[in-house]
């Protein structure tokens, strides 16, 4: 009887014991299972609130430097170099001679030709003042003329080979290196010297195809240069009309000054530009942006719940991106915790910009 009353005690103590522990594991399971469904879920984030602000699309491109004028010189004919004009990288003026090829028997030939133009122009003046006496006919006057023209043309055509043979600056620039001597044997393949107008330069560069209607000549453009801390400016000189198929870009060329002679054609050149300018511009930060199967949303604040908006965004910079639909000023953008919100969860703002 004892010893039914020791079990009867112990299996009570273990049913007191299991329904003590049932109940405070319930309520510890309730507490950390969070809100009881019904309850809005309250997701703690930073916001933004949208202001229109000023705004200056630049596109950073590259571009190379080019003399405004560049050409070889190449001898028109071949022979030995009778004089040498020049001084390597030195400045030379339009028309200055540069080069001298041997045409000692051009000169002679010219003698020649001039003599018997002399001659010929006294037997024309003659033949003339008899014509009008009558004392020679019309014909024997016009065999006259023929000569003295005839010697005059072939007067022009040594001129024109002597010409050939003096090689002469073909605008005002730098010369560069010379690639011959004096007594040397050139012929119409051999380079003597470039030669080129570095002032002003020009500066070529290739801009993405939908960029093309907001340029146009006479634009600024700023460009700096390897080596050098300094901002140089330049004018848009010209625009390609046709759009390179292979890269979808298109060429541009402008026109900077260069009367310090710090700039060198072949330079590489970080070129920057304004495109456009807004002062009203709806500028959010990038990272308030979700991407979505067809466009892009943001979740906004409205009466301390998430709401989801589409937009449709332009213009990016380093940390903000231009909006045109979607948003109004005034507007409050959530810019964190975003992964974790729903629309219609309600807000805790740590911070508002």
């Known amino acids: 009887m004892k010893k039914a009353k020791t079990i009867v005690f112990i299996l009570a103590a273990i049913a007191i014991l299991a329904l003590i522990k049932i109940f405070f594991l319930d309520d510890k399971k309730s507490q950390q299972a969070g809100p009881r469904p019904g309850r809005a879920q309250v997701t703690t984030v930073t916001a933004y609130i949208v202001k229109p602000e000023k705004l200056e699309n630049r596109i950073f491109v590259t571009g190379t430097l080019l003399a405004n004028e560049e050409v070889n010189l190449v001898p ?3 022979g030995k170099v009778t004089g040498i004009y020049f001084q390597e990288g030195s400045k030379v003026s339009k028309g200055q001679l540069l080069v001298r090829i041997n045409d000692a ?10 003599l018997e133009e002399k001659l010929a122009a006294e037997k024309e003046a003659r033949q003339k003042k008899l014509l009008v006496i009558s004392a020679v006919s019309q014909e024997e006057y016009d065999a006259a003329l ?10 022009e055509i040594v001129q024109a080979q002597i010409s050939k043979a003096q090689i002469t600056a073909p605008f005002s620039g730098i010369i560069g290196l010379k690639n011959i001597s004096e007594g040397g044997y050139v012929n119409t393949s051999t380079s003597i010297a470039s030669i080129q107008q570095t002032d002003p330069l020009k500066i070529d560069f290739f801009i993405p195809e ?3 209607s907001l340029v146009g000549p006479n634009d600024t453009i700023s460009f700096f240069v390897e080596g050098s801390p300094e901002r140089y400016t330049a004018r848009i000189l010209a625009i390609e009309p046709k759009v390179n198929v292979s890269t979808r870009t298109i ?3 402008a026109l900077t000054s260069n009367r310090s002679g710090k700039l060198f054609p072949g330079s590489f050149a970080r070129i920057e530009f304004s495109l456009e300018r ?3 511009a709806i500028m959010i930060p990038t990272e308030a942006v979700i991407p979505i199967l067809k466009g892009q949303k943001v979740f906004i604040s409205r009466n301390g719940k998430a709401e989801e908006s589409i937009i449709e965004t332009g213009v990016r910079t380093e940390d903000k991106v231009q909006v045109l639909k979607g948003l109004q000023p005034g507007d409050t953008v959530i810019t964190t915790g975003i992964m974790q919100l729903r629309a219609g969860n309600m807000l805790k703002f740590a911070s508002v910009q």
Do not use: G, P
């Open 210 to 212: 939908k960029y093309a």
């Open 146 to 155: 023929t000569s003295l023209n005839s010697i005059k043309a072939d007067i």
């Open 76 to 78: 028109e004919t071949a």
């Open 251 to 253: 060429q541009i060329r």
């Open 278 to 280: 807004s002062e009203n």
């Open 105 to 114: 028997d051009l000169q002679a030939q010219l003698k020649k030709l001039q």
